[in-house]
């Protein structure tokens, strides 16, 4: 399990991305696993109950919730490819995570039923959670993200999130659904803005929220693809939820 992380999240404009890496840039460096321009491909399928009782638990405002997903670095779910199975504990603005790297994926994957630890902890943490809610797929999101580590304070994160979709679960992302303004979780000029640290927040990272004027959101994209999608109970929330 990694230690528990501050996450903040903010609605940044393109514009003020520009300005906030112009301030930035000699702090950081490109994530690894990323292209030349520091971005890659996500695509995350969430795991709920039949009731989607995690979607509920965020509505309530409910102070410990639990978020499980497997995801990729690329568009699609591939056989052979690595991917990573998660579940998250959050509890307000900290995140602790038990991250299990799948190194040959296959479709079996996509069935909780299949899923196997090699952390006990995380296979009891998981067990748990599949007697309590009868986990099974829910939704996707896809997005592209920019990444960043800190240059010196190597537990520093910093990622700028665009093109955020929400898809079915089975359904491959598409240039026509990326098209889809109805699939659409945000508007496109807009982005997410993601500060992670597991040692506090930097003073230069907090200079730059404070003179782009910056006000933390909470932006959960698993939620926003919910009412997108208008899962069973929910009527589509249309773009921009």
Avoid at 35 to 48: E, G, K
Avoid at 127 to 150: D, F, I, K, M, N
Avoid at 208 to 233: D, F, H, M, N, R
Wanted: hydrophobic share 40%; net charge positive; aromatic share 10%.
């Amino acid at each position: 399990m990694r230690p528990f992380r501050q996450e903040l999240k903010f609605r940044v404009h393109h514009s003020v991305k520009t300005m906030l890496l112009e301030r930035w840039r000699r702090y950081l460096v490109r994530a690894p696993f990323t292209n030349a321009h520091a971005v890659t491909p996500i695509l995350s399928q969430y795991y709920d109950s039949p009731e989607l009782a995690f979607y509920y638990e965020k509505l309530d405002g409910i102070a410990l919730r639990n978020k499980v997903r497997l995801r990729v670095y690329s568009q699609r779910f591939t056989p052979g490819q690595t991917a990573f199975l998660e579940i998250k504990h959050r509890q307000n603005d900290l995140v602790r995570k038990y991250r299990q790297q799948i190194s040959d994926f296959g479709p079996e994957w996509l069935d909780p039923s299949h899923w196997r630890f090699d952390d006990p902890q995380m296979e009891s943490a998981f067990l748990t959670l599949l007697e309590r809610h009868r986990l099974r797929a829910s939704a996707q999101v896809y997005y592209q993200r920019e990444a960043y580590e800190g240059a010196v304070e190597s537990d520093i994160r910093v990622t700028f999130d665009t093109c955020l979709t929400g898809l079915h679960p089975g359904e491959v992302v598409t240039g026509t659904l990326l098209r889809d303004h109805m699939r659409s979780l945000m508007p496109d000029t807009l982005e997410i803005l993601e500060v992670k640290a597991t040692r506090g927040i930097p003073r230069w990272v907090h200079d730059g929220i404070v003179a782009a004027e910056l006000q933390q959101q909470t932006i959960p994209k698993y939620i926003t693809a919910v009412e997108v999608l208008g899962l069973p109970g929910l009527a589509p929330a249309g773009a921009y939820a």
